[in-house]
């Protein structure tokens, strides 16, 4: 087990490093010069802006900047914002509580909706309850989030007044950003449950379970759940990458001060290191937690290590 | 020598309307500045003071009682608060009120003395002298002297310091103290503009013993003598200011000389104002500074609400022609608008009226001169001479006589050619640009739209097929047209008909009224030429509470906040 | 579904107005006689543009669709059946798309080739790769250990052969399966990067692009974000019900597969790119 992990861990880098070069090379492919960004509408003489490219090293080659890139990031520096004059760690770890409160919220909630509802809809295989879930379901993988996000803010903050329509100054502001950022994956949960259910619910054990008159819920409890938990925990892990896309959305349309609030304003603004902090951290997020959903699988089944 | 002082700054006849801000300024044009400002660059410009007109609440003879938190939502957060290291446009919304001037603008479009008590300037206006107020001090203090002054410029002009502002100084060359109240400006070269740019609040003084101090860090620890002063900056979320203890109000533009009535102004981030518009309406913030037409036309008339516009303007959008500019001589279209008939007929297809009406929902101002109608130098009469009413048969006519006749399609042709043509856009004018696009179709034009976001756009724009372009500028001095005429694309390539010359020489005409003939005659030679096609000025808007009372903006397009109150 | 389908097809009978005409006298006009779903900002009906948008909406998406599927299937084909140095180095490839958030990806995409629909599209085929490489991968690993691949390779067939032939008519029905849900997520991304500001050029009546648009005017025109809304979402029960459809006709050994191996992560994943991309 514990060479399988390194060896994990042994690929995970590489493909970090990797990331980092592709990020780094999409932002200079991206049309935008980031000084010429950074004056207003009187640009100063092309000596003057060069001279500032010079002094930010994006007049050096592609592979010098990355490689001086690398070295700074391997010793914890991602570099100073060409707007702010700010460190990018610090800006980033001024909004990382943030958009991980967003997604640890939105995580549970989904869980919590998908897991009731494919439950729901599989004791009731075929009945109205499961369609209403399918249904249900459709409208949540259908809907865009930034659509959702207002409709929530018009009810619960503007007609109910029960929680704030923006920011992110406290807990409470991470509820409705969260929600929205839910019921999509809450949708796909939904579906997987009930699947796994009712295949689980045909089997012999179960079949047993009821027969020998033990109480619905102990059966459901039990018997079901453990055999469904494994699939599903996979699943929602595997959605926390999602939940960072949708972030960059979700963000915006709350006035969320997160991660990808930071993002998408430092992509429109060409700030490369900012850019590039973001990417590299939302990357690595999705690399660690494939690293441990791998970990899992290669515990519960033995045989994806050879796969691996 | 011309002496001048803080009481007498001189009046001009339209140049009320003149004074605008500068992060509207920069909103404005978009172009240049950081995508962030997209929004605001949909917004079109800001308020001033004067009548603002609509459902907007009448003006309060009651008096004003102090207390209370302003909670203002802003679409982007300030990247910086140290003025030597941005032009960003949110920046100079929180600058304006942390930050004094050396001079100010005055109701009326002239300039008054703020930090500083008059001035002088050299008959070669190479020489400008500023006499300080005594006794003056920072929020934390600190003496606010001729030391200050000089550090705060000199810290810009230092091309280390990198300062992006520092263009704007223009031939200014260096800031030297004579005694503890006296500053001298030395030029390289006779400017008219020096007392326009002074007067932008990038120029606050700042106090150099914690710009010394924190160093990098200053950005977010700020101090200056402003009404306000920095107290909480939450990333990303939100600004806090409290009144600052030290500050003493000079400009003739704030009628409360006092401490400002407020206990806070929270400047809310919130990108996207639609869900401004919710907090708006559920209690959470007491303003959106910015807002587009149509959610004016929303709110116009609704209870509990004010709708607060400024119809006059320092932006002017207008649409350009590809340009080619040699290495030397003149620069030239690109086909097909090498042909002015060509040019001409794009202004004839046009129903601006309708666009403002349908598209702005009324919040801009026709303007068929380059000249942003709250701007010094701009001409009423141009207005009227050289404006294009639609008429689709002239627009055909001049196609015609041109060359390209109507094919079966629709589509006119020439030697085989369909007149194809590439409309460039801000993502921000994506709205006006299918009507135009619309428009032009219905004359025989084929449009394809490239609606892009401001990077993109500035970057890529003189290297495409773009032929025609769409863009929004703003710039509260008359040397907008400089601006406009050195862009690096499409107009901004213009050399043609003795432009640059005429704009340099009214550019250093100190004298007014030789001044304002200088600039009306090189807007003169652009419209003659048809060198661009003026739209229209666009007004800014915001949306307050009824509760928010005296919301209204100064000769600087910002509210001026020490007067604001809040009813109980 | 049906009904999407044939609303593509005969467009042109169902609205026979023109799409971009505009009357900006008639602006925002809420659905009532004459506009069965009101008018835009510019007086442009909202119905006609929905339903001539449906060809290009709809055929974008499978375009989009088309790009992640063919090529990750490819991928997934050839690292799933070769393994060895060249599954390693698809691993890694896919492992590195999969490490941009899939929306991130597509923004970047997009950002490089500038906007408008069809690199829009492209952006979102790339970023659905990886998705379909890694459900194919595992699915031809399973189907690589059976009997019939097996006795064909006994029997001397060269591997191009026996992929062509033996595993991907097996692997066939998962892809059609997870391309149809993908194909709701493609719709989706569209949106998003509209809403972004990275979406399909103007007048183009696209469904993504009209619902970013319309939410602008959510206060006073309703109908403008909700119509195209609606369209999306009926497509996207559409292309749901043809999936499990396709789902339980075509291969009932999928269910079981599912839920005992990783072939689960692998549906996840496909479905989860179009998702992430939205």
């Not at chain 2, 500074?289 to 002017?316: H, T």
């Not at chain 3, 107005?17 to 925002?28: I, K, W």
């Amino acid at each position: 087990m514990g060479r399988y992990v390194l060896a994990r861990i042994g690929v995970a880098v590489p493909t970090l490093v990797l990331v980092s070069f592709c990020v780094f090379l999409m932002l200079r492919l991206v049309p935008g010069d980031p000084v010429r960004l950074m004056f207003g509408m009187t640009p100063p003489p092309e000596s003057e802006m060069a001279l500032l490219r010079h002094e930010l090293g994006l007049d050096e080659p592609l592979l010098a900047q990355y490689a001086a890139f690398l070295d700074r990031s391997l010793h914890g520096d991602l570099g100073v914002s060409y707007r702010s004059k700010e460190p990018v760690a610090s800006m980033i770890a001024d909004r990382l509580p943030r958009t991980l409160r967003l997604i640890g919220l939105s995580l549970v909630l989904a869980a919590l909706l998908g897991l009731s509802f494919g439950i729901l809809a599989a004791l009731h295989s075929g009945r109205w309850p499961d369609l209403a879930t399918s249904a249900l379901a459709v409208v949540g993988v259908s809907i865009p989030q930034f659509w959702l996000g207002l409709m929530l803010i018009l009810l619960f903050a503007v007609r109910l007044h029960w929680l704030p329509a923006a920011g992110s100054a406290t807990p409470a502001h991470a509820v409705l950003p969260a929600t929205t950022l839910a019921l999509g994956n809450a949708a796909v949960l939904a579906r997987v449950t009930r699947s796994a259910m009712v295949e689980i619910l045909g089997q012999d054990f179960v079949r047993t379970a009821w027969a020998k008159g033990l109480p619905p819920a102990r059966v459901v409890g039990v018997h079901v759940l453990k055999n469904v938990l494994i699939p599903f925990l996979t699943l929602a892990g595997l959605q926390l990458g999602d939940l960072l896309s949708g972030a960059f959305v979700v963000e915006n349309v709350f006035g969320y001060a997160g991660i990808g609030q930071l993002g998408v304003y430092a992509m429109a603004q060409r700030d490369f290191p900012v850019t590039q902090g973001v990417v590299l951290l939302a990357a690595t997020g999705y690399v660690l937690v494939n690293l441990v959903v791998d970990v899992l699988y290669g515990l519960v089944d033995p045989r994806i290590r050879y796969d691996a | 020598m011309v002496k001048k002082d803080a009481s007498s700054s001189s009046p001009r006849p339209e140049g009320r309307r003149r004074a605008r801000a500068a992060w509207r300024r920069r909103a404005r044009l978009g172009v240049l500045a950081a995508a962030l400002l997209l929004v605001l660059a949909a917004c079109g410009g800001g308020p001033t003071a004067q009548a603002p007109s609509g459902s907007e609440a009448a003006p309060s003879e009651a008096a004003p009682v102090a207390g209370g938190t302003l909670t203002l939502a802003m679409t982007d957060e300030p990247d910086t608060l140290d003025p030597a290291h941005t032009v960003a446009g949110p920046s100079e919304g929180i600058f304006y009120f942390i930050y004094d001037t050396l001079v100010a603008r005055t109701a009326d479009g002239g300039f008054e003395g703020d930090l500083a008590s008059d001035w002088s300037v050299s008959d070669d206006a190479k020489t400008w002298t500023f006499h300080l107020r005594p006794g003056l001090v920072f929020s934390n203090g600190d003496p606010l002297d001729a030391d200050a002054v000089v550090f705060t410029f000199q810290r810009i002009l230092d091309p280390a310091t990198q300062a992006p502002s520092k263009g704007f100084l223009g031939p200014v060359e260096s800031v030297e103290k004579v005694d503890d109240s006296t500053v001298v400006f030395h030029l390289a070269a006779p400017s008219a503009l020096l007392l326009d740019n002074l007067a932008i609040s990038y120029f606050g003084i700042v106090d150099p013993k914690a710009v010394q101090a924190e160093g990098d860090g200053y950005g977010r620890q700020p101090v200056g003598s402003g009404p306000f002063m920095l107290k909480e900056w939450a990333t990303g979320d939100h600004i806090t200011l409290v009144p600052n203890p030290n500050h003493k109000e000079f400009r003739s533009t704030v009628a409360n000389k006092g401490r400002p009535y407020l206990d806070a102004v929270v400047f809310r981030i919130i990108p996207q104002v639609e869900t401004q518009l919710a907090a708006l309406e559920s209690g959470e913030i007491d303003a959106a500074l910015s807002v587009q037409g149509d959610k004016a036309e929303l709110y116009q008339g609704k209870p509990g609400f004010q709708v607060v516009v400024n119809p006059a303007s320092i932006g002017i959008e207008y649409i350009f022609f590809a340009m080619e500019k040699p290495a030397s001589g003149e620069s030239v279209y690109k086909p097909p608008f090498d042909d002015i008939r060509v040019r001409q007929a794009v202004g004839y297809a046009l129903d601006v009226p309708g666009i403002i009406q349908a598209v702005l929902h009324g919040y801009a101002v026709r303007n068929c001169t380059p000249m942003p109608t709250g701007v010094f130098a701009y001409d009423p009469d141009l207005n009227q001479t050289y404006c294009y009413a639609q008429d689709t048969a002239k627009a055909g006519e001049l196609l015609d006589a041109a060359g390209w006749t109507l094919g079966a399609d629709g589509v006119r042709q020439k030697d085989g050619k369909p007149l194809h043509v590439e409309f460039w856009a801000l993502d921000a004018d994506k709205d006006v640009a299918q009507v135009i696009q619309s428009q032009l179709q219905a004359v025989g034009f084929q449009v394809d739209v490239k609606a892009l976001d401001v990077a993109t756009y500035v970057s890529t724009i003189g290297t495409s097929g773009m032929n025609l372009g769409l863009v929004n500028v703003g710039w509260s001095a008359p040397n907008i047209l400089d601006i406009m005429a050195t862009l690096g694309f499409g107009f901004g390539l213009y050399n043609r008909n003795g432009l640059p010359e005429a704009l340099a020489k009214a550019g250093v005409t100190v004298d007014e009224a030789a001044r304002r003939d200088a600039y009306v005659a090189a807007q003169k030679i652009i419209l003659d030429d048809a060198a661009i096609i003026p739209l229209y000025s666009p007004e800014g808007i915001s949306i307050a509470s009824d509760k928010v009372m005296n919301f209204k903006f100064g000769p600087d397009s910002h509210i001026t906040l020490p007067d604001v109150w809040l009813k109980r | 579904m049906a009904l999407v389908l044939l609303t593509a097809a005969f467009a042109p009978w169902i609205a026979p107005g023109d799409p971009t005409a505009m009357h900006l006298a008639e602006a925002l006009r809420p659905p009532g006689p004459g506009h069965p779903a009101g008018t835009d900002n510019f007086g442009r009906d909202v119905f006609t543009r929905i339903v001539q948008g449906t060809r290009l909406s709809i055929g974008a998406s499978l375009a989009a669709v088309a790009i992640a599927g063919v090529f990750g299937t490819a991928l997934g084909l050839v690292s799933g059946y070769l393994g060895g140095w060249v599954d390693l180095l698809v691993q890694r490839l896919v492992d590195l798309m999969l490490a941009f958030p899939g929306l991130l990806l597509a923004l970047g995409i997009v950002a490089v080739l500038g906007p408008g629909l069809a690199n829009v599209m492209l952006a979102v085929g790339i970023a659905g790769v990886p998705g379909f490489a890694r459900l194919v991968r595992g699915e031809t690993l399973a189907v690589r250990s059976r009997e019939f691949v097996l006795a064909a390779k006994s029997a001397g067939a060269p591997a191009f052969r026996i992929v062509l032939r033996h595993v991907l008519p097996n692997v066939a029905s998962r892809v059609a399966v997870v391309a149809t849900l993908a194909l709701a997520g493609a719709i989706l991304a569209t949106a998003s990067l509209s809403y972004l500001g990275l979406g399909a050029q103007p007048p183009t009546p696209a469904w993504g692009t009209m619902l970013a648009d319309g939410q602008k005017y959510i206060f006073q025109a309703w109908w403008l974000p909700t119509m195209p809304g609606l369209a999306i979402a009926v497509s996207v029960l559409g292309f749901n019900i043809l999936g499990d459809g396709l789902q339980d006709a075509l291969d009932p050994r999928i269910r079981r597969l599912r839920a005992t191996d990783g072939g689960g992560s692998g549906e996840r994943r496909g479905d989860g790119r179009g998702r992430g991309a939205a």
